[in-house]
């Protein structure tokens, strides 16, 4: 390639990575739009019962503390925004009664933190939670105490925390579409796994294989990012008066999500085994229609979390295939390393009927004699 064309390529690599940094930076606008409102209305609301009602001249920590609950944390539950207002609130009330009792200065502002730092992380297990409360701890510890005494500021975090509360209820952030879009990364990123698997099987392909196992592998940060938006969907929901008819929907989608994390692993254990399995350079055309198959019943139960009937339809692909886990049907008198492949697919399918609403025991008797 010449020095021309390798300039010409960096420079439309660079274009590219602007277009794609300017988009990450929309997208991130646009998903902090509800959090941006809920700390606003937030933070005016507390400021206006601590100065206005209260009569606090300075209610710094009462806005402060608001802000610092709510956040933009992924984890918008109820719980977690009462465990931020009462680790904050006692990290203040601590700077507090050290001021009255022994004073401001060096030592005194280590102790302090040192146990609103230790306070902070028995309460959460966020650590920037932790040094929120220090923050505020040390606003307290060091800010010249307002008018009318010190332990003001100790009801403006309360003001704050409770004020965080309602609104968490009332003007919820509606993880909902959080959880969704996690939800369709975890369902892409399974059902191009499964396209590579039954690739390397169709053309005994080895890096299709690798590339299968790699993508499943990944699978994993998208479960753990779905599982935490949709507890925090699911906790909201319940409190919610404007979210709790989407409960069903979130339950469902919970369901779903326990079945995928399984299948996942599941998948991780045969890939691998097919990775071996494919070295030989002999095609599988039946073992590759198998996985097209159970692909085809996870795409209809992704789609089943926009429209839940659709699980009924998931339901009937996955029970269509139980009569085929039997090796001397699929694969008559195929060698044990390729029967075993199907073996494996007998606990993968049950833990898929389950997702789709069939209790586990009417699953298992869809499958056909060992």
């Known amino acids: 390639m010449s020095a021309a064309r390798r300039d010409a390529s960096a420079r439309l690599e ?4 602007r277009r794609l940094d300017a988009r990450a930076a929309l997208d991130r606008v646009r998903e902090s739009l509800p959090a941006t409102v809920q700390i606003v209305v937030a933070a005016t609301i507390a400021y206006f019962i601590s100065h206005d009602l209260l009569g606090h001249s300075s209610p710094a920590i009462a806005v402060t503390v608001t802000i610092s609950i709510l956040g933009f944390s992924r984890d918008a539950r109820p719980r977690r925004v009462l465990d931020s207002a009462v680790g904050i609130t006692l990290g203040i009330v601590l700077s507090e009664i050290a001021l009255i009792v022994i004073g401001v200065g060096w030592w005194q502002l280590a102790v302090v933190l040192g146990i609103t730092l230790l306070v902070s992380r028995l309460v959460s297990p966020s650590a920037p939670f932790a040094i929120a409360a220090a923050v505020q701890s040390m606003l307290v510890l060091l800010m010249p105490p307002p008018e009318g005494g010190v332990f003001l500021r100790s009801i403006d975090a309360v003001v704050a925390g409770a004020v965080a509360l309602t609104v968490t209820a009332l003007i919820p952030r509606d993880p909902r579409r959080i959880a969704d879009r996690d939800a369709r990364r975890m369902v892409s990123a399974l059902l191009e796994s499964l396209d590579s698997v039954a690739a390397a099987l169709r053309e005994a392909h080895e890096p299709a294989a690798s590339l299968a196992l790699e993508r499943l592998r990944r699978t994993q940060k998208h ?10 969907a699911l906790a909201i929901a319940r409190i919610s008066p404007f979210l709790r008819r989407h409960l069903g929907a979130l339950r469902h989608q919970a369901q779903v999500l326990g079945g995928l994390d399984l299948a996942a692993r599941h998948l991780r254990v045969i890939t691998r085994r097919i990775s071996f399995l494919v070295r030989d350079g002999q095609q599988r055309p039946v073992l590759a229609e198998l996985f097209e198959s159970i692909r085809a019943g996870i795409d ?8 839940p009937e659709l699980a009924t339809d998931a339901r009937a692909q996955f029970a269509a295939i139980m009569p085929l886990l039997d090796p001397a049907v699929t694969l008559p008198g195929a060698a044990f390393n390729t029967s075993i492949v199907v073996h494996l697919l007998r606990p993968l399918l049950v833990d898929l009927l389950v997702a789709t609403g069939m209790p586990a025991a009417e699953a298992r008797a869809l499958l056909p004699p060992a």
């Open 14 to 17: 660079r274009k590219l990575n």
């Open 223 to 232: 479960l753990d990012a779905w599982n935490e938006s949709l507890d925090s």
């Open 300 to 307: 209809t139960l992704g789609q089943s979390l926009r429209k």
